[in-house]
């Protein structure tokens, strides 16, 4: 099992470079674009959204560097996320994906798992800096409290700690959901067919955009999250698109992955509504108004309306023909590592992130 190699000398007859090289390949560093593009994403929205606390909209060096770093956070976030997930994958991925780092015996259990401790803390801790700007930081609060209002004890300070610094805290939530994913003593919901793909939806998708949102604005406004519910819903079924090539490692290692729970032509049929439906969204937040606006000065939704409208039909109209790939041959699916819908997933993700935040620019 996995303990075999934990101390494989996998490094020691490897120089430097070599050693950094395989660092970074475990990493997938392939993987970490979308995150990061997420994070600027919802900033960018935010930024040019009703809830940008600065009126006059004014691009700050400050916000330039806040947004930099939770970006750069997020990527490393990713890169702890696929190492954990290697870690508790190992045997799964001596038959699905020999060729990865631990499998081959080119990395250690042991480094495997120093790098990925190392990633999470520089993934988490200094997300602690990220403040909106211009809002007054925790520290001035304290040295100042008349600026905050009467004193309320310990609950006063964790409703500050929340309002100030939510990005730090989604951060700790979307770590923990790492682990909740991979980490048998945790649930390991990757062996669920749907609690898998809600432990990759939620951090993935909905709390992406509001820490990168949480960047910029306010992240107790309905607007951030209804972005991310929009995101959330699309890899609540196209994440399963990953496990249809994945089959026998993942039964071999008891992962009931919703292929292999439900068959591969049902699977197909279960997850077709998320290339389509959340997409639909999109225009319907820029109509309806948001319930929490008692004035009913704004949407939901408060980028550039048409633009907005443009973006939700087209994406649907990509996932439909996504949806017409996938499902008149479902048994390709399970047959082909790098199958088209999985191409077309990837580049809708990257897309919708694209364009949300062009919506909010113009």
Partial sequence: MTEQIADAP?????????????????????????????????????????WNPDPTRTLDVRIVLVVLLGSVCAALLNAASNGINQIYDLDVDRINKPHRMLPSGRLSLREAWTLTIVLYV????????????????????????EAAGPAAGVLDLVGKLLVWHPVFF????????????????????KRHP??????????????????GWGMVGPVLALEPWYIGLVFALFLLGAASTKDF??????????????????????????????????????????????????????AILTGNPVALMVLGFGLAAWGGYTVWLILRDPEALAGTENHPSWTHMYLMMMTAQVGFAAAYLL
Wanted: net charge positive.
């Fill in 245 to 298: 090539s994945d089959m026998e490692g993942d039964a071999a290692g008891g992962c009931r992955t919703l292929p292999i729970r439900y068959g591969v032509r049902r699977a197909a049929l279960i997850m077709a509504p998320s290339f389509v439906v959340p997409w639909l969204l999109v225009p319907l937040g820029v109509v309806l108004a948001d319930p929490f606006d008692p004035a009913g000065r704004h």
């Fill in 122 to 145: 520089l993934a988490v801790v200094p997300v602690w800096l990220v403040v909106i700007h211009p809002a007054r930081t925790l520290r001035e609060h304290l040295l100042y409290p």
């Fill in 10 to 50: 996998a490094g020691a007859a490897r120089g430097l470079g070599q050693r950094v090289r395989d660092w970074v390949a475990f990493t997938r560093p392939f993987t970490l674009l979308p995150p990061t593009l997420g994070v600027v994403s919802g900033a960018v929205c935010a930024w040019g959204s009703y």
């Fill in 170 to 189: 989604i951060y700790l939530a979307g770590m923990l959901f790492t682990f909740i994913y991979s980490a048998p003593a945790l649930g390991r919901t």
């Fill in 194 to 211: 749907i609690g898998a793909n809600l432990t990759i939806a939620i951090p993935r998708g909905m709390l992406l955009k509001v820490a």
